[in-house]
């Protein structure tokens, strides 16, 4: 087995996909994490904009929790319609694309493009964010971790999908199970304490009022708490993902995933209530989560909460992966359509969509790198293009249910109207609110990419264009080519070429520079070496040609002289072989001047349809 087997696992074949294809119980793992994990940092970044009211900001999350509860529920059904109208996959691209026109599809995989790359750089730094409260030794290597957590979800993913559910199996329902068990022991206490508990660890102390109460406040710290919504679109995108029925299991996957968090988010906003438990400045000295203070309070600082912050921890690394389970999906459906690169839509060794999970991995480095791998930075981006999608999504639903018709058809258009007006009038309210913090880095990343995706499109239409041909192949008018063969001394690669040569034509010249001291020796043997063979074996004789070089050009005049031959026979196709040696270790071809690359590469970028370059390669032994 080799190193990369070990690494990526063995190759698969293509009939080896529908054994990839996964249930509820590891669906959950794959496409919920993202969801699930944000009640870990959703409550948390509505709550560090309410640090500056002090004791009464507490108080106000158990509203803003129920309205963003009002909103995930609305959009659960919307996504539950989605599926069964779309049991292919109908993220909200396909579904704007096909029901709203191409610029309606762009913006939607904008949208979600930005939003996918946010969810692995945020899942990571939150995950990150969990640890340094529970060691705060670590926070000075906050980005390096988040770097290698990266590089680690990278490597999972490109072994596939089947795997990496099994991978993230057990940290996913141990974290169900620990956070559930906590808000139950804490719900528990609090009826018992008559509504106030007394915490086993006691959070830290807050500060009095310093700010007034206003509804900015509140709508911003709404627009914060919307992070955890982000997420509940994967499942739709992922269909096919799925064993089958697909999207039976899909939609049983999507209830699950919402009910667990409805319940998380539910009894974090109660708990923290009660135990009046607030934010705490991130990335300042004394940073603690609001979950590891909640776990403190409710079971105190032992096993269960260090097995409880060790699952966070986890989970919330491991968010991430949402973002690479869908990123590729919806990458490969925008490369199907012409708007990205081609490569996109190729499947690797394990059946996944290799270019996709490294695009995504390089882009979200970027971004920790850019914000430190702090969380509360990276969150004002957040948000938008989720909510985007959201509404692009909904909306192109409805013209879905308009144009089909049928039993239900009126109900399921409610549905998705009401998702639709819901999702944007909170995309206002997200973008208002997060304008000034960063949100405005995301309104033009979107149209930037919207932009850069109709270039595409555009190169890729041209080139379409160019060389589409319908009629048959023309038989006529066929001549040899015009063979160029550059020799920089006599040697067996350059015969290995000469004999190519003078099996596709009769007209061939080698071209030899004068700038060295092989000049003499090339002059003096190319008698006896090529001319002489070839009137012995009645083949024509290779015309050997010398181009001066006073400053030591190589490759300069070669090129030069094929594109002037070119223009000198218009009637012609040029042939250029170029000869090179082929190394068997990569680190022997450091010893060489590798011009042949450099040639080849300028003959392409310069030359036309009618100039062929061959490589004669000639591959050395051990």
Not at 184 to 208: C, D, E, N, Q
Not at 340 to 353: S, Y
Request: glycine content about 8%; some cysteine; hydrophobic content about 50%.
């Amino acid at each position: 087995m080799t190193f990369v087997e070990i690494l990526l696992g063995r190759p698969l074949a293509t009939e080896d996909e529908q054994a990839e294809r996964i249930g509820p119980a590891k669906g959950i793992a794959i496409f919920g994490l993202d969801a699930l994990s944000s009640a870990a940092y959703g409550p948390e970044a509505a709550l560090t904009l309410l640090i500056p009211l002090g004791m009464a900001g507490v108080a106000y999350i158990v509203p803003i929790s129920v309205s963003i509860i009002i909103l995930l529920a609305i959009v659960f059904f919307s996504y539950r319609q989605t599926i069964m109208a779309y049991p292919q996959g109908g993220g909200s691209y396909t579904v704007a694309s096909e029901n709203l026109g191409v610029w309606a599809g762009l913006l939607a995989a904008a949208s979600l493009m930005v939003d996918y790359v946010l969810t692995a750089a945020v899942g990571i730094s939150a995950g990150v964010g969990a640890l340094v409260s529970a060691v705060p030794a670590m926070q000075k290597h906050t980005l390096p971790i988040c770097l290698g957590i990266l590089a680690i979800l990278t490597l999972i993913n490109l072994r596939g999908i089947r795997e990496t559910g099994g991978v993230f199996l057990l940290p996913t329902y141990l974290f169900i199970l620990c956070l559930l068990a906590a808000i139950a022991i804490g719900i528990a206490r609090t009826f018992a304490a008559g509504g106030h508990p007394v915490p086993v660890v006691a959070p830290p102390k807050l500060t009095a009022t310093a700010e007034a109460l206003g509804a900015w406040l509140l709508l911003r710290a709404f627009a914060s708490g919307c992070t955890a919504m982000t997420g509940v679109e994967a499942v739709s995108n992922g269909v096919m993902a799925f064993r089958e029925p697909p999207a039976k299991n899909a939609r049983l996957t999507l209830t699950i995933i919402i009910g667990i968090l409805i319940v998380m988010l539910a009894g974090i906003a109660f708990l923290a209530r009660a135990y009046g438990i607030a934010a705490t400045p991130p990335g300042e000295q004394g940073y603690e989560s609001v979950l590891s203070q909640l776990l403190g309070a409710i079971t105190g600082k032992g096993v269960f909460y260090w097995v409880s912050s060790a699952s966070i921890l986890l989970v919330l690394s491991l968010s991430a992966n949402t973002a690479f389970a869908d990123f590729p999906r919806l990458a490969r459906a925008i490369a199907q359509n012409g708007f990205l690169p081609h490569a996109l839509t190729l499947r690797g060794r394990r059946l996944v969509f290799a270019t996709g999970v490294y695009a995504l991995a390089i882009l979200a480095a970027v971004l920790l790198i850019a914000f430190g791998g702090i969380t509360d930075r990276l969150i004002p981006l957040y948000a938008v293009g989720a909510f985007m999608a959201f509404t692009l999504s909904q909306a192109g639903m409805v013209m879905h249910w308009k144009r089909v018709g049928g039993p239900g058809s009126g109900r399921f258009m409610f549905v998705n109207g009401l998702g639709a007006i819901a999702t944007a009038a909170t995309t206002a309210v997200v973008l208002v609110a997060k304008f000034t913090e960063g949100a405005w880095i995301t309104l033009l990343l979107i149209p930037g990419l919207i932009l850069m995706m109709r270039a595409v499109k555009r190169q890729y239409d041209r080139v379409a264009q160019e060389t589409c041909l319908d009629k048959p192949a023309n038989t006529g008018d066929l001549r040899p080519p015009l063979v160029i063969l550059p020799v920089q001394r006599w040697n067996t690669v350059t015969e290995k070429a000469l004999r190519f040569a003078w099996s596709i034509s009769k007209d061939i010249q080698a071209l030899h520079i004068e700038c060295g001291e092989d000049t003499e020796n090339v002059c003096r043997r190319w008698s006896e070496l090529a001319e002489a063979p070839a009137r012995q074996a009645g083949l024509p004789e290779p015309k050997l040609v010398l181009l001066q070089s006073p400053f030591r050009f190589v490759i300069r005049p070669i090129v030069d002289y094929v594109l002037k031959l070119e223009q000198e026979n218009p009637d012609r196709d040029l042939a250029v072989l170029v000869p090179e040696l082929v190394e068997s270790r990569w680190y022997y071809s450091l010893l060489h001047n590798n011009r042949s690359e450099i040639l080849r590469a300028l003959l392409l970028l310069k030359g036309n349809h009618r100039i062929t370059v061959v490589n004669i390669p000639w591959h050395l032994k051990g």
